[in-house]
């Protein structure tokens, strides 16, 4: 790793940012939005020495072969103990409880290290949990306005910045201690032999590099630079650069506007926490992407094929899916799936509304006039507040979606992965 001078973290916000960058080949300006997405805009006085300048995508190989199912041969892996890092919601985190599941039936060692929230969940995945620390839902809400904790001028005037920046100092040393420390149940030693992390988790990285271990990087997200599409939090404008071109280029700015929001405290926690020395502002953001680090994306190949860019070093495998867990459902849902036509089902999961009592006035007048029944999830934005529920309205909590799916006639929600995979399963119309 290239060194930086070391870091003197105040714990104060960096200002509220905007990048710029101007040359004879490129210009660019990005901004945080008041959705929570990064406009950015891209320019150039010369569109072709641009395309020259930047790496072309691999050669689209005609020759390859598809993976051959392994017959047991060759040499077996040894059982390891892995932590599997989460930063997120229950989205996030189920897939990866799917994927410790089936870690462990081949005898590895699986901690999940999540926030304190999902202690029970994974408990009764019969997985090891260590907290992380950090509130989810309150985590979630800052970054639908501040994504990546790039910070936003309303965000520094409320003080979220701060807080949420000292939330992330604390994960980030909650994530290094899952890697070294103790279960807290049963005090068995553990020392992870390799790492698995969703990229929102921040520490993967450099915890890997302080012990020497491999790390997988696992998402439902796109987060590895393509031509195919923009980054996620993006919204890209081009006045004359290429829009494929355009795409690929969004990564590197939202990795740079992200750290930009966070470099100071990672470095600082590097330094202090695990010997490291602090990365310079040229190696920082990229880190993952200079070191080669393997990435799996959790959806379907079908839904969103594999773009010819992304090498061998990514892949896409299809919807992590947890065996449908036994679930009785509460008598009053029992009744009202009972009473009539199958409902349609209205939730948004993790996502914090504004006003969340006028979208659920306008989710009545839609199933009003369409004359349907209504199962709405109350979700983190508390959807109907404290109203109760109807003969063709019912509120509520928590319920596995692969059961409910199977007795509702069709899904409207906010894409998250956990639920367009539940849905998709299901064979359900679906209207995100």
Request: hydrophobic share 40%; net charge negative; proline share 10%.
């Amino acid at each position: 790793m290239l060194p930086a001078t070391r870091p003197r973290w105040t714990g104060m916000p960096p200002p509220p940012y905007q990048l710029h960058s101007s040359g004879t080949v490129l210009a660019s300006a990005a901004a945080v939005n008041e959705h929570g997405g990064v406009d950015i805009d891209f320019s150039s006085t010369s569109p072709e020495e641009l395309e020259r300048l930047l790496p072309p995508p691999p050669a689209v190989r005609t020759d390859a072969q598809p993976p051959q199912e392994s017959t047991g041969g060759g040499r077996r892996c040894p059982i390891l103990n892995i932590v599997v890092q989460v930063v997120g919601s229950r989205g996030d985190v189920q897939p990866l409880i799917a994927l410790g599941t089936a870690l462990q039936r081949y005898g590895h060692r699986v901690r999940l290290a999540i926030h304190d929230t999902f202690a029970d969940f994974v408990h009764k995945s019969g997985l090891e949990f260590y907290p992380i620390g950090g509130d989810p839902e309150d985590l979630m809400a800052y970054m639908v306005k501040n994504p990546g904790l790039i910070p936003s001028m309303e965000s520094l005037r409320g003080g979220d910045i701060g807080r949420k920046r000292r939330m992330m100092r604390e994960m980030l040393r909650g994530c290094w201690r899952s890697c070294v420390e103790p279960d807290e149940v049963s005090h068995a030693p553990f020392v992870a032999d390799a790492i698995i992390a969703n990229p929102p988790s921040f520490a993967h990285v450099h915890c890997a590099e302080a012990l020497g271990v491999p790390l997988h990087m696992m998402f439902t997200m796109p987060w590895t630079a393509t031509r195919a599409f923009s980054h996620p939090l993006a919204n890209v404008r081009s006045a004359n650069v290429n829009p494929r071109l355009s795409n690929y280029l969004s990564y590197g700015v939202v990795d740079l506007m992200t750290w930009q929001g966070l470099g100071d405290v990672i470095n600082d926690w590097r330094v202090k926490d695990l010997g490291l020395d602090p990365l310079a502002a040229a190696v920082g953001p990229d880190i993952v992407a200079i070191t080669k680090i393997p990435h799996t994306y959790c959806w379907s190949p079908a839904l969103v094929p594999k773009p010819t860019d992304w090498g061998d070093t990514v892949d896409i495998c299809g919807f992590f899916m947890r065996d449908e867990p036994a679930y009785e459902p509460p008598p009053d849902l029992a009744r009202f799936l009972a009473s009539g036509p199958e409902p349609v089902y209205v939730g948004f999961g993790s996502i914090v509304l504004d006003d969340p009592a006028r979208v659920t006035r306008a989710i009545h007048e839609a199933c009003r006039r369409l004359g349907v029944r209504v199962i709405i999830s109350r979700g983190w934005s508390k959807l109907g507040g404290d109203d109760p529920s109807t003969d063709d309205v019912f509120y509520l909590g928590d319920c596995p979606h692969e059961w409910l799916f199977k007795r509702v006639s069709a899904v409207v929600h906010h894409g998250g992965a956990g639920t367009t995979a539940c849905g998709l399963f299901a064979e359900l119309a679906g209207k995100r």
